[in-house]
């Protein structure tokens, strides 16, 4: 997609403040630090319209990025942080469940796991839960340029079975670093937005 204009449009509390104007959207989970921003400054060339968190997990808000007059980018609250108390967790799971049970105009999560490492266990629930609530998602892996390829299919394999994905299901690999996967992630942004 060729992005003419990106914009923060607000970071909503609950959901008064979603916008109202029916765009598809296209959430994006994972915990903090995976690369969220970095994906979403990737995908339309900018260097930070989307801020590169300097504090993980604080954000406890759905950011909302309109692309174009085409789609929202739905930042999600990056789960797995451990300063918060259990509560607040709690809390925050029911906000993000909520809204994607709920939201209408929601077509497809982008789940985002470091390639480096083993999904963590809130990485397995989350994707669990969306299988079983039949949302859409995508597992993407970041930072892939911090992997030989020689070793990709190692950490690759890792991904798939620490996640349970289907057979045939592969992880996108992705490098905002690199720019690594964007026509191909773009390309599955267009699909899912596409009805
Ligand atoms: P967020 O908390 O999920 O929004 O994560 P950020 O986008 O802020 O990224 C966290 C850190 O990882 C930052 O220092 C980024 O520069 C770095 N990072 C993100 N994506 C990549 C990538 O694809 N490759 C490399 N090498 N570093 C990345």
């Not at 191909?184 to 937005?193: D, R």
Request: glycine residues 6%; hydrophobic residues 35%.
């Amino acid at each position: 997609m060729k992005v003419n204009q990106a914009e923060f449009i607000i970071s909503a509390v609950g959901p008064s403040q979603y916008p109202e104007d029916a765009l598809p959207e296209i959430a994006l989970a994972g915990r903090s630090n995976v690369g969220k921003s970095s994906l979403i400054n990737c995908l339309i060339s900018r260097k930070n319209l989307a801020r590169t968190s300097s504090q993980p997990g604080k954000t406890q808000t759905l950011n909302y990025y309109k692309i174009n007059q085409d789609l929202y980018f739905v930042d999600l609250p990056g789960y797995g942080y451990a300063k918060v108390s259990k509560t607040k967790r709690e809390q925050w799971g029911k906000f993000i469940e909520s809204y994607l049970m709920n939201r209408e105009t929601l077509r497809l999560v982008m789940q985002l796991v470091d390639l480096r490492h083993p999904p963590s266990k809130d990485d397995q629930a989350m994707y669990e839960w969306l299988r079983h609530n039949d949302v859409p998602v995508i597992v993407i892996a970041t930072k892939a340029d911090k992997i030989p390829k020689s070793r990709w299919s190692k950490h690759i394999k890792i991904v798939r079975e620490t996640l349970g994905m289907d057979k045939g299901v592969q992880p996108l690999m992705f490098s905002s670093e690199l720019g690594l996967g964007k026509d191909e992630l773009w390309g599955i942004l267009e699909q899912a937005i596409a009805y």
